[in-house]
T-cell receptor
Framework: ELKVEQNPLFLSMQEGKNYTIYCNYSTTSDRLYWYRQDPGKSLESLFVLLSNGAVKQEGRLMASLDTKARLSTLHITAAVHDLSATYFCAVVEDSGNTPLVFGKGTRLSVIA | SAVISQKPSRDICQRGTSLTIQCQVDSQVTMMFWYRQQPGQSLTLIATANQGSEATYESGFVIDKFPISRPNLTFSTLTVSNMSPEDSSIYLC????????????FGSGTRLTVV
């Protein structure tokens, strides 16, 4: 059974600081997804990582994937208040049309 | 990527009644999925809905409680039956076109409160 673990689950950051969210998963997968969720809203797709060594960046967020270590990271650079949200990583178990399995999410709060 | 219209966006229902949630996709998709998100929690898969076949339910979810229809490649419904306060959650549908496209799109969610 595929399990996805995220840490930390809660993160309070000062504006301007850097931090990394980690996502580990338990079985072989070559696709990993990062989503953002604002309170009361649905999921917004941030990154889709499709291969080992994939790195994607958008603004202050950068995601990477190491399929051998079964690890993805979401790095936040110089945090700003607008980044406050819950971030989920999700994995599919194989290359078929299977459902996403989600981590528990990281609730990020950026404070002045 | 596909766009999903989900409705209702929210509802308050009496215990013992049923609510049907609809998801309409703007393009044909192979697979649709239904998730439940309890307050402050992650997403838990309820079932996978394939067009033309019975939905596949995850452990802890049964068809009598959560019947699903998937009459065509752009539409699906989830019914929450005989509701109790424990069913109060956000329900989300998701879709993927499959084949060589890797994106998973989500509906806007239905916030259900059972009183």
């Amino acid at each position: 059974e595929l399990k996805v673990e995220q840490n930390p689950l809660f993160l309070s950051m000062q504006e301007g600081k850097n931090y990394t969210i980690y996502c580990n998963y338990s079985t072989t997968s070559d696709r990993l997804y990062w989503y953002r969720q604002d309170p009361g809203k649905s999921l917004e797709s941030l990154f889709v990582l499709l291969s080992n060594g994939a790195v994607k960046q958008e603004g202050r967020l950068m995601a990477s994937l190491d399929t051998k270590a079964r690890l993805s990271t979401l790095h936040i650079t110089a945090a700003v208040h607008d980044l406050s949200a819950t971030y989920f990583c999700a994995v599919v178990e194989d290359s078929g049309n299977t459902p996403l399995v989600f981590g528990k999410g990281t609730r990020l709060s950026v404070i002045a | 990527s596909a766009v999903i219209s989900q409705k209702p966006s929210r509802d308050i229902c009496q215990r013992g009644t049923s609510l049907t949630i609809q998801c309409q996709v703007d393009s044909q998709v192979t697979m649709m999925f239904w998730y439940r998100q309890q307050p402050g929690q992650s997403l838990t898969l309820i079932a996978t809905a394939n067009q033309g076949s019975e939905a596949t339910y995850e452990s802890g979810f049964v068809i009598d409680k959560f019947p699903i229809s998937r009459p065509n490649l752009t539409f699906s419904t989830l019914t929450v039956s005989n509701m109790s306060p424990e069913d109060s959650s956000i329900y989300l549908c998701s879709a993927t076109p499959g084949q060589d496209y890797y994106g998973y799109t989500f509906g806007s969610g239905t916030r259900l409160t059972v009183v």
